[in-house]
């Protein structure tokens, strides 16, 4: 075979009109790509996700309630800085860092509601406690809350502070307003937000043997209502 007519065929192919430069970037790109199929596209796969979602917790049930106090929960206030779902940590007087991989798997104002119901059904205890609309013939009193801080700073120290009225039915008298300001020691959010949130929960318990006395003291002589 005659290989006098290679230069022509090579030229026709285009392979000679590569230019040096060029041909080092092709060779480049042909090895990233073989490097690329190699490792599976790994690099293109979204990273693993390490958000985790939390709840506030009541205390357990030493025993199941048996008395006949009707209560209705409204809903529970709490101020705009613990509307973002992330849980809030406080770094000062007036600086809050939200804890972006720490969710709330609930709104926060309904997981308090839910906790703080479950718990004054123990500590009073009733097993009526109502937190959706009821009639005024039904309770023997309402409870509103009002929350001004709650949260962890970076040490792991909780606060909650909150105002709360208790009213007779039908919301026509108040029978005690009262305030708590309560601080419980936690590790710090740094060790793992479960600890944090298990911080608050301890705090809402507080909360809830606070309004449980003043419930007891304020409907204290009164006919017990035993409307289910």
Known sequence: MNTTHKPYVLEALGCLKIRPRARTLLTSLCSIMLWVGLTGCSFLKPAKSTTRYYVLTPIAATQSGSGSLAVGL????LPPYLFNTSLAVSKGTNEVEYVDSALWAERLDAGFQRVLAANLAIVLPTEQVRMSAWRSEEVAAEVYVTIEQFDVDVSGQ???IARWRILSPGGEKVLKPGGSRLSR??????AGASGAV???SELVAD???ELAQALQQATSGQRPSSGK
């Open 74 to 77: 409204g809903q529970v206030k």
């Open 158 to 160: 909780g606060v909650l």
């Open 185 to 190: 020691q936690g590790p710090p959010p740094d």
């Open 198 to 200: 298990a911080t608050l």
């Open 207 to 209: 909360l809830s043997r």
